[in-house]
């Protein structure tokens, strides 16, 4: 380590030493030279160490520099510190949305209660829907309190709309509905492919003339606003009617009327009984039709007096004869020809009824003869040949000419109850068997599976299973999906 080591007569002593001025004169006499005088030895002494001096140095100049730096400004003092007044915006915020909410609610409720407001398509279509939607949701979301997310998808699926697409659209029409006050159109019909068929045209020659712009100005002037005023709208009624809905629903229902029938409830004193009779009455029974053309068809009705003691019950047959002598007949004279009828019924036990020739099991007898149904015939493959079966003996059979055969009869012209016909059968039956009906009892499997899995017990279980092999509808009204999907 370095050291230095200081004088007592300053920095340059050593200096002042080694120079040759300074040197000390030998001083000459008579005697000859004289010797050198002696001279004074500096005192010297222990300073420090050079590394010591280096950092007392750039300490100076840190001091130098920080002193030459211009004086930091002080922090501004706000009133309300930065985080409260954000908390604050985002409340005010958040306040005025929900304002403006309850004034929307507020204005789509007075809306959709006044008469003078009329939907398209009527209170019943699909634009009053869309406002019940919008009205949903800003009921859930300003008084129930629900988050916007949780109200979209349960206002949408309330109305009919799906849960994931309907919410989003349910979204807009919110929208729409807070900015504009609007409610939203529904675009069907609004397509341009009629107008670019010309099926609207009563005469394609002129309309053919006008388009290749052959026609005189003034001539094609008018024949444009004959066009706009005339044609097109007596031609698109042409097409709706003839063509494009040739098919007119009808709906067919019943209901009941008694004789005492009134209300059940009525004011009476205190501590009296309501006197009211016992039992119903005497009830009719109305079998109506109505059509969406013309309305309820008067002379299609039928009317029964109900009771075993009157004209008896409603049931399948009568139903198919009012189908047979009324409905159809009366369809056919107001519509007149190139119109078909799509008749509608509910899912009840009346409208059930098979032909008088139906192949069923039910109306066969174990032996042959008696009192049974006459059916038509019926047929089976065999070795791929379709082989037409008869449900009648011959008229030239020994033992029962011209009558119904029984199921017993039935059964032995289809297996002799032999083993050697039972080896013959059975590769036959087994092959028989469609893919399709392999695939559908092994899902079945699975679901029994499925259900012991989760610990049921055979009944629970059945009830599951049957739940998915199985439709079970909860009221009569209603028609399978697939059948109101062929006719929408």
């Known amino acids: 380590m370095a050291m230095f080591f200081k ?130 949701y800003l009921t859930m979301v300003i008084e129930n309190g629900r988050s916007a997310m949780d109200a979209l998808s349960i206002a949408a699926e309330a109305h009919g709309f799906s849960s994931k697409w309907g919410a989003r659209l349910v979204r807009i029409w919110v929208r729409n509905w807070i900015k504009k006050r609007d409610l939203p159109e529904s675009k069907r019909g609004c397509h341009v492919k009629f107008l670019r068929s010309n099926k609207w045209s009563m005469n394609p020659e002129m309309l053919a003339t006008f388009t290749k712009q052959e026609m005189v100005p003034s001539e094609a002037k008018k024949y444009l606003e004959h066009i706009v005023e005339d044609e097109m709208p007596r031609g698109l009624k042409n097409y709706l009617e003839v063509e494009l809905f040739p098919r007119i629903h009808m709906k067919v229902d019943e209901m009941t009327a008694q004789t005492n029938d009134g209300p059940k409830y009525s004011w009476v004193y205190k501590g009296e009984q309501p006197l009211l009779k016992k039992g119903v009455g005497r009830g009719l029974h109305q079998s109506n039709v109505i059509c969406s053309t013309v309305g309820w068809l008067e002379e299609a009705s039928q009317t029964l007096e109900y009771g075993k003691n009157y004209e008896g019950y409603w049931n399948g047959e009568l139903f198919v004869k009012q189908l047979k002598e009324k409905i159809i007949p009366v369809f056919e004279r107001i519509h007149g020809p190139g119109y078909q009828a799509v008749i509608i019924v509910d899912n009840s036990q009346g409208h059930g009824a098979y032909s008088a020739d139906a192949l069923r099991t039910a109306n066969m007898n174990f032996k042959p003869g008696g009192k049974q149904a ?25 033992a029962h000419p011209n009558e119904t055969e029984g199921m017993k009869a039935y059964l032995r012209d289809h297996c002799d109850y032999t083993f050697d016909t039972l080896k013959a059968n059975m590769h036959t039956a087994l092959k028989s068997v469609d893919i399709k009906l392999i695939r559908k ?37 209603r028609i399978p999906e697939s059948v109101a999907k062929f006719f929408d």
């Open 374 to 398: 006459r059916m038509r015939d019926g047929w089976f493959l065999k070795d791929g040949q379709r082989i037409t079966q008869s449900m009648i003996f011959p008229t030239d059979h020994t």
């Open 7 to 136: 004088t007592s007569r300053g920095d340059n002593a050593n200096e002042d030493s080694q120079s040759p001025k300074n040197l000390p004169k030998q001083s000459e006499t008579a005697n000859g030279p004289t010797a050198p005088a002696e001279t004074s030895t500096p005192s010297v002494g222990y300073a420090g160490y050079l590394s010591d001096l280096e950092s007392e140095e750039s300490e100076s100049k840190d001091v130098e520099a920080e002193e030459e730096e211009p004086p930091r400004k002080r922090r501004r003092v706000l009133e309300v510190p930065a985080r409260v007044a954000k908390q604050a915006e985002k409340e005010a915020r958040h306040k005025a949305h929900r304002n403006e909410l309850s004034q929307a609610l507020t204005d789509i409720r007075w809306m959709i209660k006044s008469k003078r407001m009329k939907f398209e398509a009527g209170n019943c279509g699909l634009q009053a829907y869309r406002a019940h939607t919008i009205q949903s």
């Open 441 to 477: 009892w092994e899902h079945r499997v699975f679901r029994w599976m499925d259900a012991y899995r989760n610990g049921m017990d055979a009944k629970n279980a059945s009830i599951q299973v049957k739940a998915y092999s199985s439709c079970k509808f909860t009221s009569h009204r």
